[in-house]
């Protein structure tokens, strides 16, 4: 399950960084061949066997992603339109508008859909084991964490809101694909490469550690600089990139990828492993105070959550792949120009 959920995240961000140099270079290419080439980027990338490396390229890529966030909220603020929405170029769809509630006509798959989308971004607990275990101090993880929920909250919340504030009902996903101005979009979303190679490599790294160290055990090739060591390293990591590659070419739209994600796996890592470890550390004394019964009801609300995500949620994840291939989305391993 860990693996699965990991490789179709690196598949998802080998679609997203296709989808950046679609749009940088006028779609100059077939679509597969840029998919190839960050597949390419991404194994290199990931040689390195420990998580040192990964930490110096991280920072650079949230400086680029803070980047690309603020000049998209800049962009999106001084522009006079925007250019597109789901429903038509702009003003088709009428003058923008915001609302706090779907609009009339919203179809219950669309809306667990956006809740699954929702969900993904806050679910990134699966790496924190592995995160903790190469810390130089384990024991400040929790003040790793504090920060990393303050700022996530502010990214996820803040920035969505403005940007909604100006695009209204013409936003796309990603959202940098509605702004007006071609030298707007390509200037924000140019810096959304770094951070999608350096995520995938994150979860590249993860995935192959898991497979590499059942594969050589307790070899001295497991943690020596051996030819035998390393050449295992990188066919298991080009092998994880590879099966990326054709997840990123079948699924066909960056929501659908989302969408999968949040409910076959986030329902499980975000939500029922909890309720479920709550209840195996705390059996015979769930009410035992008022303290634990609410506790106890949190979890049983956690839990019921995390079953609807994983059931009604994968069949509308289902359910928007196949209206996406009946319908005008890219067809799998296809050159079709997938630029916002």
Same mark, same amino acid.
């Given at each position: 399950m860990l693996l699965a959920n990991n490789i179709m995240l690196i598949g998802f961000h080998v679609l997203t960084g296709a989808k950046v140099i679609n749009t940088l270079s006028d779609h100059s290419m077939c679509t597969v061949i840029f998919s190839v080439i960050v597949t390419l980027m991404g194994i290199i990338m990931s040689i390195p066997r420990t998580l040192k490396h990964v930490s110096f390229m991280s920072m650079g890529s949230a400086a680029c992603m803070g980047l690309a966030i603020l000049l998209f909220l800049v962009f999106a603020g001084i522009e006079k339109a925007p250019l597109v929405g789901y429903n038509g170029d702009y003003p088709t769809d009428g003058p923008v508008r915001t609302y706090a509630f779907p609009l009339p006509g919203t179809t219950w798959v669309a809306c667990m859909n956006a809740v699954l989308n929702i969900t993904f971004l806050w679910v990134p607990q699966i790496l924190f084991p592995t995160?903790? /275990?190469?810390m130089e101090k384990p024991q400040d993880f929790p003040k790793a964490l504090a920060v990393l929920a303050g700022i996530s909250g502010f990214l996820f919340i803040i920035p969505p809101a403005i940007g909604f504030r100006y695009l209204g009902q013409y936003s796309t996903a990603p959202?940098?694909?509605?702004?007006?101005?071609?030298?707007f979009k390509k200037g924000s979303f140019a810096f959304v490469i770094v951070p999608t190679l350096v995520i995938g490599v994150i979860y590249a790294n993860v995935s192959a550690k898991f497979i590499y160290t059942r594969i050589m055990g307790r070899s001295r090739h497991a943690h020596s600089n051996t030819v035998i060591g390393w050449s295992v390293w990188t066919a298991v990591m080009a092998g994880i990139w590879?099966?990326?590659?054709?997840?990123?070419?079948?699924?066909? /739209?960056?929501?659908?990828?989302?969408?999968?994600?949040?409910?076959?796996?986030d329902s499980w890592f975000g939500f029922i492993f909890f309720a479920v470890a709550y209840w195996q550390m705390n059996r015979g004394k769930l009410f035992n105070s008022t303290g634990k019964s609410v506790m106890t009801i949190v979890h049983i609300v956690v839990m019921i959550s995390g079953l609807l995500l994983l059931g009604p949620g994968t069949y509308a994840a289902v359910k928007a792949i196949m209206a996406d291939y009946s319908g005008t989305t890219?067809?799998?391993?296809?050159?079709?120009?997938?630029?916002?």
């Open positions: 995160f903790i /275990s190469e959202a940098f694909g509605s702004l007006g101005t071609a030298a590879a099966i990326a590659f054709i997840f990123a070419e079948v699924i066909p /739209s960056m929501g659908d990828f989302l969408s999968l994600l949040g409910a076959v796996f890219r067809p799998a391993f296809s050159c079709k120009n997938v630029a916002i």
